[in-house]
């Protein structure tokens, strides 16, 4: 089946350490999203990307980078420098009408 | 600045009643609309879209959203609820823009269908 497979599921950072989320889709698209979801506050945008070797900020970049080396492929890693990481966080990729999500990752800092 | 509004934090609707789940957009010329529903940990399921045509689409589970251009709206509605019916739902527009696929999204608004 296509999709997209967002790992792992839950992840706990300590203070002070990167975290890499994974997200992997094969629907052949070319841009794939990376989304924080807090409570109450909707979807804001991390980066995007719409080819391979290329990506943008979002709304909400500071504290985190991406990179885009395969078309399948779009980690996201959260770095020291995001000071309150803990959240919801959602990959997605989209065709010309319409937009996949992955099942999402919640990062909880301890 | 373009914006996707959900008036609505929460909606309550009795079990079997129709329902209602409000959405406009500030969007200068025909963006393509969507609904997506998000259930606990999980994420967000495609409903339905409107890109042209009929203004009453039809989508998966029942639903169905009325896009009214004039009020720049874009409603979504069930007639009878089911109590599986509650869950968070969004409203995405996105811009007509060549080149680019982003979307922009609503706050959400969280349904509660009482048994």
């Known amino acids: 089946d296509g999709g997209i497979t967002q790992s792992p599921k839950y992840l706990f950072r300590k203070e002070g350490q990167n975290v890499t989320l994974s997200c992997e889709q094969n629907l052949n698209h070319d841009a794939m999203y990376w989304y924080r979801q807090d409570p109450g506050q909707g979807l804001r945008l991390i980066y995007y990307?719409?080819?391979?070797?290329?990506?943008q900020k979002g709304d909400i970049a500071e504290g985190y980078s991406v990179s885009r080396e395969k078309k399948e492929s779009f980690p996201l890693t959260v770095t020291s420098a995001q000071k309150n990481p803990t959240a919801f966080y959602l990959c997605?990729?989209?065709?010309?009408?319409?937009?996949?999500f992955g099942q999402g990752t919640r990062l909880t800092v301890v | 600045a373009q914006s996707v509004a959900q008036p609505e934090d929460q909606v309550n609707v009795a079990e079997g009643n129709p329902l209602t789940v409000k959405c406009t957009y500030s969007v200068s010329g025909n963006p393509y609309l969507f609904w997506y529903v998000q259930y606990p940990n999980r994420g967000l399921q495609f409903l339905l879209k409107y890109i042209t045509g009929d203004n009453l689409v039809k989508g998966s589970y029942g639903f169905e959203a009325e896009f009214n251009k004039s009020q720049t709206s874009f409603h979504l509605k069930k007639p009878s609820a089911l109590v599986s019916d509650s869950a968070l739902y969004f409203c995405a527009v996105r811009p007509p823009t060549s080149g680019t696929y982003k979307y922009i999204f609503g706050t959400g608004t969280r349904l509660k269908v009482l048994a």
């Open positions: 990307s719409q080819i391979v070797n290329d990506f």
């Open positions: 997605a990729s989209t065709s010309s009408t319409e937009a996949f």
